[in-house]
C-alpha cells in the first residue's frame, strides 16, 4: 500500500520553469495567471501557492530533454530548443512571450556589415558560429550547401568578424545592428511552448492539471494588453458610442435608476481604448474609467 506522502506525490505535477532570460517574464506570467510563486536567493526549487504544484529549474536550452525523459511532468521552453534536441513531447499550447517583447523570437543567419558575403551560397565552405547546432545544420543541409558548423558558448557577435557568419537569436534586432551584423535569412521563428511527457499526458489527474495550467497562462496572455473599459452614456446616445466600439467586442449594457443614463463596460486592446475615450466623452459620457486584466479566458 501507498502511503501519504508517496500518494500526495502522485497527485502532484511536476513542473520546469525556465531559469535564465525567461525567468523573470515566467514568473510574472504565472503571477498574472494567479500563482503566488516565491524563488530563494541561489534556489533552483520555486514555491507555488498550490499544493498539486512542484517546481524545478532548468535552463530553456534543456528543459524538453527532461520533460521526455520524465524527469518532469511538463515545462516551458521555446520551440527552437523543442526542434534543437529533437524531443519527442505533447505540444500543450504556445505563449506568445519572450523576455523583451511580446513578439516571436527570430534565429537569423547573420555576417558582419563589410563582409563579401550577400547571399546563402556564398557560405560555401565557410565556418558558422551558433548555440543552435543541429538546427543550422538542417537549414544549410536543405540547401545544399556544405558549411562547417560550430557551438558557440555565448558572445556569439563577437565571433561573426572571427570565423564567416553567425546563427543568433534576436527579438528586435538591437544587439545585431550594435554589433554592425546584417541579416543573410532567418532560419525559423520561435515562441514559447508549454510541453508535457508522453506518459504524464496519458495521466487523467496529470492531464486535467496541465491542461487547466494551459487555460490560465493563456489567459494571462491574453489579459496582458487588454483593459476594461467602463461608463456612463446617455440612454439616447447608446447607438452612437457602440458604433465607435471595434466590431467584434460585444459590450455589456445595464439599465441605471435614473433612465435617461446606461452603464457600458467592455474588454478592448488597450490602445483602443486610449484613443476611444476622448470620443466617449464628445458624446457625453461620463464615469469613465479602465482597469487592467491579469487574465482574459475566451
Known amino acids: 500500500m501507498k502511503n501519504h506522502a508517496e500518494d500526495i506525490l502522485d ?60 524527469v ?8 527552437d530548443w523543442i526542434c534543437e534536441n529533437k524531443s519527442d513531447v505533447v505540444e500543450v499550447c504556445e505563449l506568445v512571450y519572450s523576455k523583451a517583447t511580446a513578439q516571436p523570437a527570430h534565429w537569423v543567419l547573420a555576417v558582419p556589415n563589410e563582409s563579401p558575403i550577400r547571399k546563402i551560397k556564398d557560405l560555401q565552405g565557410k565556418i558558422i558560429a551558433t548555440e543552435l547546432v543541429n538546427v543550422t545544420r538542417d537549414y544549410f543541409a536543405r540547401k545544399k550547401i556544405d558549411v562547417k558548423v ?31 551584423l546584417r541579416i543573410i535569412d532567418t532560419l525559423m521563428t520561435s515562441t514559447t511552448r508549454f510541453i508535457a511527457n508522453r506518459q504524464a499526458w496519458q ?14 497562462l493563456q489567459g494571462a496572455i491574453e489579459g496582458r494588453e487588454k483593459v476594461g473599459l467602463k461608463l456612463n452614456l446617455p440612454s439616447n446616445k447608446i447607438d452612437e458610442i457602440i458604433k465607435l466600439l471595434p466590431a467584434e467586442k460585444s459590450p455589456t449594457i445595464s439599465h441605471l435608476k435614473d433612465e435617461s443614463f446606461m452603464a457600458l463596460e467592455v474588454i478592448l486592446e488597450e490602445d483602443i481604448a486610449r484613443d476611444l475615450v476622448p470620443k466617449l466623452k464628445k458624446l457625453g459620457a461620463s464615469g469613465i474609467f479602465t482597469y487592467p486584466l491579469n487574465q482574459v479566458i475566451p
Open 203 to 216: 495521466d487523467d489527474f496529470k492531464r486535467e492539471k496541465i491542461e487547466a495550467i494551459a487555460l490560465l
Open 150 to 180: 560550430e557551438f558557440s558558448w555565448g558572445a556569439t557577435e563577437v565571433k561573426a568578424r572571427l570565423l564567416d557568419g553567425i546563427v543568433e537569436i534576436t527579438e528586435t534586432g538591437s544587439s545585431l545592428r550594435a554589433n554592425n
Open 72 to 79: 518532469v511532468d511538463a515545462g516551458l521552453t521555446g520551440k
Open 11 to 70: 497527485k502532484q505535477v511536476k513542473l520546469g520553469l525556465p531559469k535564465g532570460s525567461l525567468q523573470d517574464s515566467t514568473f510574472d506570467l504565472f503571477r498574472r495567471a494567479g500563482f503566488k510563486v516565491q524563488l530563494s536567493a541561489r534556489s533552483y526549487f520555486p514555491l507555488l501557492d498550490d499544493p498539486e504544484l512542484s517546481a524545478v529549474m532548468f535552463r530553456a536550452q534543456e528543459m524538453s530533454r527532461y520533460v521526455e525523459d520524465g
